[in-house]
């Protein structure tokens, strides 16, 4: 059985978990809903990343007994370029750290560009918001990560980053 489990903190990683299941038919479920996730035997979590974490994938995917037997896909939706590179190692030791090293070795790794929409952060996020872009600003160019400028670029704003041809890959590695 496959399926796809989802960590969204405001929508955009639920939309690319909704259409992974539109075009592949398998079920997507929120994180909090999985009860017994070792009767999967292909596994897809889609999770927001908040800093330097995936939402709901720790307490997730460290449930596998048995990794070994298990298909594991693991797709992370944030707001940096997707594709630099010192975004994607940043990502990966931030998942790394997060899940057994049996599963991490198991599992192949995608990134998603998702969005921010700044009218809709809770308290809490727009306090934390609000101070990384503070420091953000202080940075010399040359200090500035990807992540950085993506918060640079987008503070305040409503933005969509949002691409269903990058689920693409996915699809050919579940099939």
Do not use: C, W
Not at 84 to 104: A, H, P, T, V
């Amino acid at each position: 059985m496959k399926i796809i489990i989802y960590g969204s903190q405001y929508g955009t990683t639920k939309q690319y978990a909704q259409e992974l299941s539109k075009k592949t038919g398998i079920k997507a479920e929120e994180y909090v809903n999985i009860e017994d996730i070792n009767q999967y035997g292909t596994i897809i979590y889609i999770g927001a990343l908040y800093a330097g974490s995936v939402l709901g994938m720790k307490k997730t995917l460290n449930k596998i007994s048995n990794p070994s037997n298990k298909k594991i896909i693991i797709a992370t939706v944030g707001l940096a370029d997707p594709t630099d590179e010192e975004n994607i190692n940043n990502i990966r030791e931030g998942i790394k750290r997060q899940l057994s090293e049996d599963i991490y070795n198991q599992a192949s790794i995608h990134f998603l560009r998702g969005g921010i929409d700044y009218s809709q952060l809770n308290l809490k996020h727009k306090t934390m918001m609000a101070f990384v872009h503070k420091r953000s600003k202080r940075l010399k160019e040359e200090e500035k990560t990807a992540e950085v400028k993506a918060i640079l670029e987008t503070y305040g704003k409503n933005v969509n980053f949002i691409d269903f041809d990058s689920l693409n890959p996915i699809i050919l590695e579940i099939n």
